[in-house]
């Protein structure tokens, strides 16, 4: 079992920058990738960034320019470096981690609880 811890969330106004953290804990596992999601009331979970243990970043088209993910490897953590908040941007972010167990191998995808993201205009 992995389990993910998240903090960062809160309330800015909008213009306004939040910092997300998650760190990956448990035993017989290496991280291939990690990422963040977002879900507002009524919508679907959708992307908004993910990294892999090589450093590769993807983010979702409403984001870029404005979030930067970052990772440490070392520490099984994952940043989200949130700039430029726009009221659009409010809603509970997940942690995602895409996992290999080291013990018997496959490949397992673990959420966060979720920190919620309130950006006022």
């Known amino acids: 079992q992995v389990r993910l811890v998240e903090s960062g969330g809160g309330l800015v106004q909008a213009g306004g920058s939040l910092r997300l953290s998650c760190a990956a804990s448990?035993?017989?596992?290496?991280?291939?990738?990690m990422g963040w999601y977002r879900q507002t009331p009524g919508k679907q979970r959708e992307l908004v960034a993910t990294i892999t243990s090589g450093g590769s970043a993807n983010y979702a088209d409403s984001v870029k320019g404005r979030f930067t993910i970052s990772g440490d490897n070392g520490k099984n953590t994952v940043y989200l470096q949130m700039n430029s908040l726009k009221p659009e941007d409010t809603g509970v972010y997940y942690c995602?981690?895409?996992?290999?167990?080291?013990?018997?191998?496959?490949?397992?995808?673990?959420w966060g609880q979720g920190t919620q993201v309130t950006v006022s205009s």
């Open positions: 448990g035993s017989h596992f290496s991280i291939n990738a």
């Open positions: 995602n981690a895409n996992v290999e167990r080291t013990d018997y191998g496959g490949n397992y995808h673990f």
